[in-house]
T-cell receptor, first 114, second 111 residues
C-alpha cells in the first residue's frame, strides 16, 4: 500500500550513459514533482506536472526529460550523465495546489555517476 | 526570491527535553508551510502543514506555529525521545506553487 514509490532505489552508472527513474503514486493525486537533493542535503524542485502537463521547469539542463504517461506516473529520463548529476532524486505528489498543496514524497533514488 | 533558513543547523539533547526548531522565510507571500522529517538514507515524511491563514497545527507531541507577517515558523517537540532523531526540514509553498525547502536541522536525542 505504498503511496509514492520509485524505482530503482539505487542506480550506479558510468558518465555518458542514459538512465531512467520511475515514479508511481496511488493516492489519486493530480500533481507530481521531481526534486534533487545534492551532497549538502539541500532539496530543490526540478519539475512538476499536473494532469500530465508540465507546470514547473526549474532551469534544469535539457539532458533531463520528465515524461508523464498518465497522472499516476512521472518518469525522469537523463541523457549523457555527468558526474554532477550524482544526487538523490525524490518524486512527490499532491492533490491540489495553493494552500492545500501538501506534498507526499517517495523513498528516493540514489544516483551515482562514475 | 524566496529563501528559507533553519536554525540551529544541528542540535543534540538528552531524552525528555522540550525542543524548539526555528524556520524563517524571506517572502511572506506563501500559500502554506510544511514541516518534514527525513531519516538517514530515507525519504521525507510530512509532519504538519499550516495554511497561510492558520496560526498553528498540532499532531501528538508536535506543535508548529506560523507568523506569516514576520516570516517565521517554529516546530515544538515535547518530551523528546531517541526515536525523534532525524533531520527536520521546513518548506514553504510560494505564490507560484513551488515548494522551497530550508537548510534543515539535524536533531539527535540521546538516552
Amino acid at each position: 500500500d505504498t503511496a509514492v514509490s520509485q524505482t530503482p532505489k539505487y542506480l550506479v552508472t558510468q558518465m555518458g550513459n542514459d538512465k531512467s527513474i520511475k515514479c508511481e503514486q496511488n493516492l489519486g493525486h493530480d500533481t507530481m514533482y521531481w526534486y534533487k537533493q545534492d551532497s549538502k542535503k539541500f532539496l530543490k524542485i526540478m519539475f512538476s506536472y499536473n494532469n500530465k502537463e508540465l507546470i514547473i521547469n526549474e532551469t534544469v539542463p535539457n539532458r533531463f526529460s520528465p515524461k508523464s504517461p498518465d497522472k499516476a506516473h512521472l518518469n525522469l529520463h537523463i541523457n549523457s550523465l555527468e558526474l554532477g548529476d550524482s544526487a538523490v532524486y525524490f518524486c512527490a505528489s499532491s492533490h491540489t495546489s495553493g494552500a492545500y498543496n501538501e506534498q507526499f514524497f517517495g523513498p528516493g533514488t540514489r544516483l551515482t555517476v562514475l | 526570491k524566496q529563501e528559507v533558513t533553519q536554525i540551529p543547523a544541528a542540535l543534540s539533547v538528552p531524552e525528555g527535553e522540550n525542543l524548539v526548531l526555528n524556520c524563517s522565510f524571506t517572502d511572506s507571500a506563501i500559500y502554506n508551510l510544511q514541516w518534514f522529517r527525513q531519516d538517514p538514507g530515507k525519504g521525507l515524511t510530512s509532519l504538519l502543514l499550516i495554511q497561510s491563514s492558520q496560526r498553528e497545527q498540532t499532531s501528538g507531541r508536535l506543535n508548529a506555529s506560523l507568523d506569516k507577517s514576520s516570516g517565521r515558523s517554529t516546530l515544538y517537540i515535547a518530551a523528546s525521545q531517541p526515536g525523534d532523531s532525524a533531520t527536520y526540514l521546513c518548506a514553504v509553498v510560494d505564490n507560484t506553487d513551488k515548494l522551497i525547502f530550508g537548510t534543515g536541522t539535524r536533531l539527535q536525542v540521546f538516552p
